[in-house]
């Protein structure tokens, strides 16, 4: 599979740059005063400063929770997901929707959990218990 490219905008690119090496822990590729390439799990993730960024939130019910409507994210496999919740925990991060389980017994049962960057980006980590189920109907 490919690796996708997603460019994002946030309010200030040092702190910015500073959530996504420390917290999310992605390492830096190529970069500018206002924008920096990662590697969000193998794949090209940019964030680019943009002066006077408002981010508009708003969501959808999804299995009792409010989801973000505009967000963005990585499926990871089941156990790097656990272990990457762990280390958002251990970096205090404050989640919009905790680490939980979603569709628990049913079809595409996934881990899930959501929570904001710095800029109000939100952002989605996900697995499937059974990977295969990613696109189940």
């Not at 740059?17 to 970069?31: H, K, L, M, W």
């Amino acid at each position: 599979m490919q690796p996708f490219h997603l460019a994002v905008p946030v309010h200030d690119v040092t702190v910015a740059r500073q959530f996504y090496n420390e917290v999310i822990g992605c390492t830096e590729g190529r970069s500018d005063t206002r924008w920096v390439d990662f590697d969000l799990f193998g794949h090209q993730f940019v964030i680019h400063q943009k002066d006077g960024l408002q981010i508009e939130r708003s969501t959808n019910p999804v299995d009792g929770h409010d989801v973000p409507i505009l967000h963005f994210g990585v499926v990871l496999e089941w156990q790097q997901w656990h272990d990457f919740a762990d280390r958002l925990k251990q970096h205090q991060i404050e989640f919009v929707i905790e680490p939980c389980i979603r569709f628990e017994g049913q079809v595409g049962e996934q881990a899930t959990m959501f929570f904001l960057d710095p800029s109000g980006n939100a952002l989605e980590f996900k697995a499937f218990k059974d990977p295969s189920q990613l696109f189940a109907t």
